[in-house]
Nanobody, 115 residues
Framework: QVQLVESGGGLVQAGGSLSLSCAAS????????MGWYRQAPDKQRELVAT???????NYADAVKGRFTISRDNAKNTVYLQMNSLKPEDTAVYYC?????????WGQGTQVTVST
């Protein structure tokens, strides 16, 4: 089993910034793609950004140019720097990791952007 623990969510005004982190622990074989997803009330969970082990990134159109995903393979940790936040970014943000073909999810962290 792999445990993913997110941190860094909170309340911020529109235009502000927040940083999320997600640390993996447990029976880690090899963490391949890691990523962030989000789910707003009454909406489906959606991709925010992913990053491969070598560092190739992919972003949802809605966050391109504002969010930056990064990772530290030595620490088994993935980060999400969120700038120029908008009220529509309000959601529970979930960390995801592929441990040699097995998917794991964190418990989620709330991000609320006020107007």
């Amino acid at each position: 089993q792999v445990q993913l623990v997110e941190s860094g969510g909170g309340l911020v005004q529109a235009g502000g910034s927040l940083s999320l982190s997600c640390a993996a622990s447990g029976s880690i074989w090899r963490l391949n793609t890691m990523g962030w997803y989000r789910q707003a009330p009454d909406k489906q969970r959606e991709l925010v950004a992913t990053i491969t082990r070598p560092g190739r990134t992919n972003y949802a159109d809605a966050v391109k140019g504002r969010f930056t995903i990064s990772r530290d393979n030595a620490k088994n940790t993935v980060y999400l720097q969120m700038n120029s936040l908008k009220p529509e970014d309000t959601a529970v943000y979930y960390c995801n990791a592929d441990n040699y073909g097995v998917d794991y999810w964190g418990q989620g962290t709330q991000v609320t952007v006020s107007t």
